[in-house]
């Protein structure tokens, strides 16, 4: 068995997936796949369009083999705690070969280069990361400017400092970097492999090819009751599952939609604000203020960044509130080498195939049925599963909103992983 590793959102499967799926088989020579896919909200602090047994069912069904979810914890959170926390999972099943993702670079060497600098720290890069911060620079000017010294010095790459800067600007090229660092710590096996995204920046709201952004598609979602548009750019599996859900009143979800639900949390828990996640140098007090005189979560955001906070970091410090994810629980799980299981969301009979192999390379819990793991004490386990829960409960309650009859109560207890023979 050569297993290939993917780290996806999925939201949702679109041909860019597709596409993206089918070149990594083909360098990597995989015979079997497996996907650690977020699963109710997402990296960039949202929810997810659908569910996630959903946005599972469509990647297998478009020729992935195995999809688990990757931990909550590690879902919403910066891309260097998403990414060890996908890479761990990874890692942790102990028969993956390869790990495959999109980059802007295209070019594997030259973020496994960055990311060995930024794991070894070199006395002189560090020395003229100091120097650049007692300079006055940001982090991320000052950690690029000493980047380029140090890669000029030993003469590693030829790019010059603009094309250096690009590089580390990229949202996907930053992604893979943050993922070869946690291969490098883990002293993984896995091999790293990149292909470079095609036709369609990550975050392009136009559909205007076959291959669009997963942002393109979910604005055109939240805009338009008329679908037969999205037929070009989302695989026939996809778009059938789209059509069903929705002609079944699940609508997709968006984030604007908990904004009466986190209002009321943060005007209750105004005094433990400060113990989430990324809610740090008072910036709840900013928070706080801004609630009373936003109409939506679009106002909140826009009132509340600033240069110190991007919009994205800000979703995710809102996100983080409405999950209840303190910094207490981060802390216990952002730089474990192993997670404590996996569970499983869909699969085919390869997929049956490697859920037999990682039984026999690996002690690591499988979790198919929710309700069987109650006998499992362990802490780090139980932090884990907590959120897991949770996030799929306040997603549920949106998500279910035109169907309340079949909501039975926390549904991870009820639904079980897709089977797609």
Aim: glycine fraction near 4%.
């Amino acid at each position: 068995m050569n297993l290939l590793g993917l780290v996806v959102e999925y939201n949702p499967f679109h041909n860019g997936h597709k596409y993206h799926l089918e070149k990594s088989k083909e360098i990597t020579k995989a015979t079997h796949t497996i996907a650690i896919m977020s699963g109710s909200f997402l990296q960039r602090g949202e929810p997810a369009l659908f569910d996630k047994y959903t946005r599972a069912e469509m990647a297998v069904k478009s020729g992935v083999d195995l999809v688990i979810e990757l931990p909550t914890l590690y879902a919403c959170q910066s891309a260097e705690i998403f990414s060890h926390g996908a890479i761990t999972t990874l890692n942790s099943i102990n028969c993956v070969n390869s790990v495959c993702f999109g980059s802007e670079e295209g070019d594997v060497e030259i973020l496994n280069t960055i990311a060995e600098i930024l794991v070894k720290e070199p006395a002189e890069f560090k020395h003229n990361l100091k120097k650049f911060l007692d300079d006055g620079e940001l982090f991320p000017v000052a950690r690029s400017k000493a980047l380029y010294e140090y890669i000029k010095t030993h003469n590693l790459l030829s790019l010059n400092e603009d094309e250096l800067q690009k590089v580390l600007n990229s949202s996907n090229n930053i992604l893979g970097i943050e993922y070869i660092k946690s291969l490098i710590r883990l002293n993984s096996s896995i091999k790293p492999y990149t292909i470079t995204r095609v036709a369609s920046e990550y975050n392009s709201s136009d559909i205007n090819s076959n291959i669009c952004s997963a942002t393109a598609i979910r604005n055109y979602l939240k805009d338009n009751h008329n679908l037969h548009f999205l037929e070009n750019v989302v695989p026939q599996p996809t778009f059938y599952d789209i059509n069903n859900k929705i002609d079944n009143n699940f609508k997709p979800v968006f984030d604007y939609m908990f904004y009466n639900t986190l209002s009321s949390i943060i005007i209750r828990d105004f005094e433990n604000l400060h113990k989430y996640f990324e809610v740090n140098e008072g910036i709840e007090n900013k928070i706080y203020s801004n609630i009373f005189t936003s109409s939506n979560l679009e106002e909140l955001i826009n009132s509340t960044k600033s240069k110190r906070y991007t919009m994205t970091k800000i979703k995710r410090t809102l996100n983080n509130i409405l999950l209840g994810i303190t910094k207490e629980d981060v802390m216990k799980v952002k730089d474990l080498n192993s997670v404590p299981y996996i569970r499983v969301l869909a699969f085919n009979n390869k997929g049956r195939e490697i859920i037999k192999k990682i039984k026999t390379s690996s002690d690591i819990e499988i979790i198919t049925k929710f309700s069987k793991i109650s006998h499992i004490d362990d802490s780090i386990f139980k932090t884990f599963i907590k959120y897991d829960l949770k996030s799929s409960n306040m997603y549920n309650l949106i998500y279910y909103k035109y169907n309340k009859n079949l909501l039975k109560g926390p549904m991870d207890y009820y639904l079980s992983p897709k089977y797609l023979p």
